[in-house]
């Protein structure tokens, strides 16, 4: 079960700043916004920092970091969804076909299972597999691959038509009942969800 985590005091704040980037100009400043755009929330402080550098706010440039003085309201979106938007945003059609698919599916996912699943040309897929990765969108496990947010994993799963959404269930589903699934009680889950598939009630 996981804990919820207190909000951050401004000090703390900086703290957690100052761990990202170091002692650089500007720092007190970005910390301070960082802080009122997140309310304290240590999870979307972590977002917005990785929000600036995937957007080229700050910089590492000489051996430091290097942080803006001042920062365009627009520029740092105040909503988590919208810096989950920006993030999806980033990347390329194919890797956005492929988490897509993936979203239907909340735990972790082997390679294998990724190659079964995918829409994708083996030669597109390990790239798009990089780039998702890259982005912060998946975070790779012992036991395969898993969505770093569940947020982002709901709007992709948005994303998805009725066509392709049939299609993808239909494709984990099989795959599980082919010998992922262990338990007979997961296994009448996924067969029901078939038949249901099947009968055009996606």
């Excluded at 900086?14 to 929330?41: D, I, K, M």
């Excluded at 810096?83 to 897509?100: E, G």
Aim: charged fraction near 30%; avoid cysteine; glycine fraction near 6%.
């Amino acid at each position: 079960m996981r804990v919820p985590l207190p909000p951050l005091s401004e000090l703390e704040t900086l703290e957690l700043t100052r761990s990202l980037f170091g002692e650089t100009p500007h720092l007190r400043r970005v910390a301070t916004l960082l802080h009122e755009r997140s309310s304290g929330n240590p999870a979307h402080t972590m977002e917005l920092a990785e929000h600036m550098l995937r957007t080229g706010l700050a910089r590492y440039a000489g051996g430091a970091w290097v942080l803006p003085q001042d920062v365009a309201d627009e520029a740092l979106p105040l909503e988590r969804l919208k810096v989950h938007a920006a993030k999806l945003s980033r990347l390329s059609q194919a890797a956005r076909r492929l988490a897509q698919v993936l979203s239907l599916y909340e735990g972790p996912l082997s390679l294998p299972r990724f190659r079964r699943l995918s829409e994708l040309a083996p030669t597109e897929l390990f790239g798009a597999l990089e780039l998702l990765v890259y982005e912060g969108v998946l975070i790779g496990s012992e036991d395969g691959y898993r969505f770093l947010q569940s947020d982002v994993r709901r709007l992709l799963a948005d994303e998805l038509d009725a066509e392709r959404r049939s299609r993808a269930h239909r494709a984990l589903g099989e795959d599980m009942l082919a010998g992922g699934v262990r338990s007979s009680a997961e296994k009448l889950r996924v067969a029901k969800r078939l038949v249901s598939i099947r009968n055009g009630d996606s």
